[in-house]
């Protein structure tokens, strides 16, 4: 046998470098470098592009009872101005339900809402312009807080209630019994591209539409419904967004709907872009909520009973609250079995902004909770919170039912802790940092490993589905689009390897294309981590049919069975030839076989009864865990995150570099949301913190000094695409351990006797009063 070093290069089989599993780097990695990256506002202004301002309300609740802006129509410069009376279809862009007018039409219930419009021939006229508009107000009282919503009995959805057992009769009978609340704040998207939308007039009254969205159908069709016309007149495409994490799913409508309003009436290109302090007051955040907790658990610290009362912030309409509180409820378990519970949601109505979709979409304020009521049963004990964590995990084979009835058959969670426990030292750091604490009078440290479980599909089945088309053009490349969005995630590398790794071509043959609703309609947001497990399966199942009809032919053509066809990066084995792909393709063109198709997928075995609180709402589940580590000065309130360990589950990766970047600025922006991002409403309803001067995410400084990560790739139970698993929203649940940590370290100030009162965010305001409340309690003896 000839030795394999002696061969030719030519001889030598091909390997695919750029197929699945590769650390393929994102495909405009280098654009956002060089700054060629085109946003919509990098985009040529067409020739008499209006510019357009929104006028906002500056009253939380009230009737307008004067609005007059003929001095803003008559300034020099302005070319129209649009109020409630000139949509000439429907004045609304609710997501799922009415409520989202697009302007206030006699009555205002949030500082920010918009009034009317300003289309003008640059910004600072339209600015100007509005300022001479006459708002005169009746003040209406206003509910700025979940606790003066839910004392005033404020809902913009009828609560609801998961149960599962007898948690009111057996919270009595438990050894031990505690109960308490915690105060989680929002969070602020800061994408570092502000909302933005362009319109273009076409024939016919078309219109094209350019928007930083995560749902071009839901543009699409707001557009549509605000100019009353059908939704083939309304084109969107977007080609990548400055980010998004959520709040750009149902919130974009407004402004592209106002853009889309100033052409149709102008017949003149129009663009809307908020300023920072403008985007930060118009739009929703992450929900804030009040939960309130009532457990029973026995000398062990395994829970035998308990009853939670979540409330959340929704703003002055529903938006997508609905499903927002539902995936609250359905992760208010997090990694732990609750045999007797019940989950009762409230969906406050407040006149502050309506708050929407942030990465974990709700997810996470219930796993916060829980895991506040693991430390509390830990302190209780006197036991190491990871002791109770663990003897409360959902089990294999038992103790595996959700409270929404659910069976988990896929829990790896057990093999992740042990995994981290020993890749982390735990026990020696726990050790030593309790060691530290005792002789440390003023400096303290916290240590806390939290585990994640989070649900993979939209709660909502029908977005469960997605679309994709492909085509083979006769040199042999290939155009790929499909329903997802790119927001910086990495989206559209993933599924061009997907595409690449099913042809055997590597990813350079394969044109990545602009999201656009000419080409795949009705698409669901790019949202719930699914972006990938629903558009990569799409556009591989147009590959398949593809490849399928290119094996049939190639069968015919060279008289040998389909079996004896494999498409390899060497190029198409055929029997006992090998013809390069571009020129099968060729051939088959000439032999008119048809190289362009659809790809459809809708995600298998998932279903969710509203009424009963039943049912198998997720296709799978991925699991992470995380051991940070602070240093909190107790005399300030400041703290460092010295350290975390991250094990994350993935699946079998499809591409382990953006992974490993979705599980870094996953926790980084957990991290944030739990410890520096305060969201400050004063008395009226107005948002004081809506700028960098004043909202504080986390900078370079504030990253952990040390940071390892490992993605664990085993295949997913489920037959997703090449056995992946979602890695968009799981990451960001794993910053929830450096709060406990911060958790941790306050404890020790009262010899971890007590769980202190610590909300969310752990600013570092919050931590010195925690502190001193500790230190009080110590002088006073208790």
């Not at 799409?538 to 389909?562: D, G, M, P, W």
């Amino acid at each position: 046998m000839p030795n394999p070093a002696s061969l030719s290069p030519q001889r030598l089989p091909k390997t695919l470098k750029t197929g699945v599993k590769a650390a393929v780097k994102h495909d405009s990695a280098h654009k956002h470098v060089s700054g060629e990256a085109l946003y919509i506002d990098d985009l040529p202004e067409p020739r008499d592009l209006l510019h357009v301002y929104i006028a906002q309300s500056q009253q939380a609740h009230a009737k307008i009872t004067r609005l007059d802006v003929s001095a803003v129509q008559n300034f020099p410069g302005v070319v129209a101005v649009l109020t409630a009376t000139d949509v000439t279809g429907k004045n609304d862009v609710g997501p799922v339900l009415d409520g989202d007018p697009i302007f206030a039409d006699g009555l205002v219930e949030y500082i920010g809402q918009s009034l009317f419009a300003v289309a003008a021939k640059d910004i600072h006229t339209a600015r100007k312009a509005a300022k001479l508009a006459i708002v005169e107000y009746e003040t209406l009282p206003a509910f700025i807080t979940v606790k003066a919503a839910l004392e005033n009995q404020s809902f913009v959805l009828d609560s609801k209630t998961f149960r599962r057992g007898e948690p009111e009769a057996q919270l009595p009978q438990s050894a031990h019994r505690l109960q308490g609340e915690i105060e989680i704040g929002g969070q602020d998207h800061f994408y570092l591209e502000s909302n933005v939308a362009m319109a273009l007039p076409g024939e016919d009254c078309d219109i094209k539409v350019f928007s930083s969205t995560q749902h071009p159908s839901e543009v699409q069709h707001c557009c549509a419904r605000a100019i009353g016309i059908p939704d083939h007149a309304v084109h969107v495409e977007v080609r990548r967004m400055g980010g998004g994490f959520g709040g750009k799913e149902s919130q974009p409508a407004l402004f592209a709907s106002i853009a889309a309003l100033v052409t149709h009436h102008t017949r003149r290109p129009a663009k809307v872009r908020l300023d920072r302090d403008d985007d930060m007051t118009m739009t929703g955040k992450r929900h804030d909520y009040l939960i309130r907790y009532d457990v029973g658990f026995d000398v062990n610290g395994r829970i035998e009973a308990a009853a939670f009362e979540a409330a959340s912030r929704c703003g002055m309409s529903a938006d997508l609250s609905a499903s927002i509180n539902d995936r609250t409820m359905f992760h208010l378990d997090n990694a732990y079995y609750l045999e007797n519970v019940s989950i009762v949601s409230h969906r406050c109505k407040t006149h502050t902004v309506s708050n929407t979709a942030f990465r974990g979409f709700g997810g996470p304020q219930g796993m916060v909770a829980i895991e506040r009521v693991i430390d509390e049963i830990a302190h209780h004990l006197g036991e190491d919170p990871l002791t109770i964590r663990k003897r409360n995990y959902y089990g294999i084979d038992e103790r595996n039912v959700t409270p929404y009835h659910m069976t988990v058959t896929d829990n790896i969670i057990h093999d992740i802790t042990a995994e981290l426990e020993q890749s982390a030292d735990y026990a020696k750091r726990r050790a030593d940092i309790v060691a530290f604490n005792h002789t440390s009078p003023y400096q303290k440290k916290g240590l806390a490993l939290t585990p994640v479980k989070f649900g993979i599909s939209f709660t909502a089945t029908h977005l469960n589905q997605a679309g994709a088309l492909v085509h083979i053009y006769t040199d042999g490349s290939i155009h790929l689009n499909h329903g997802g969005t790119e927001m910086g995630q990495g989206l559209f590398t993933k599924v061009a390897q997907i595409v690449a790794e099913e042809f055997q071509v590597e990813i350079d043959r394969i044109k990545i294309t602009a999201t656009n609703t000419e080409k795949v309609p009705n698409t669901s947001p790019t949202a719930a981590s699914s972006g990938c497990d629903l558009n990569g399966k799409a556009a591989q199942n147009a590959a398949i049919t593809l490849k399928n009809r290119l094996i049939e032919f190639a069968a015919q053509q060279y008289s040998v069975a389909e079996s004896d066809i494999t498409f390899t990066p060497d190029g198409v084995h055929i029997g006992t030839q090998t013809v390069p792909f571009q020129e099968l393709v060729m051939q088959a063109y000439l032999a008119r076989i048809s190289l362009s198709t659809t790809g459809y997928y809708r995600t298998p075995k998932i279903h969710f009864d509203q009424s009963t609180g039943k049912g198998h709402p997720f296709f799978y589940f991925a699991y992470g865990a995380a051991v940070s580590e602070v240093t909190v000065d107790t005399l300030t309130g400041e703290y460092t995150v010295d350290r975390v360990d991250i094990v994350h589950d993935c699946g079998d990766t499809l591409n382990p570099s953006i992974d490993t970047g979705q599980v870094e600025g996953g926790f980084i922006q957990g991290m944030g949301w739990l410890t520096t991002e305060e969201l400050v409403y004063d008395p009226s309803g107005r948002l004081r913190t809506h700028a960098p001067s004043t909202y504080k995410i986390p900078s370079c400084g504030d990253r952990p000094q040390e940071m390892h990560i490992h993605l664990r790739c085993d295949a997913n139970r489920e037959n997703t695409v090449y056995r992946s698993k979602a890695v968009g929203e799981p990451p960001l649940m794993l910053g929830i351990s450096v709060f406990n940590a911060l958790t941790d370290a306050v404890a020790s100030v009262g010899n971890y006797q007590a769980c202190p009162k610590l909300d969310a965010p752990a600013t570092p305001e919050r931590v010195l009063l925690a502190c001193e409340a500790l230190r009080s309690l110590n002088r006073a003896g208790g």
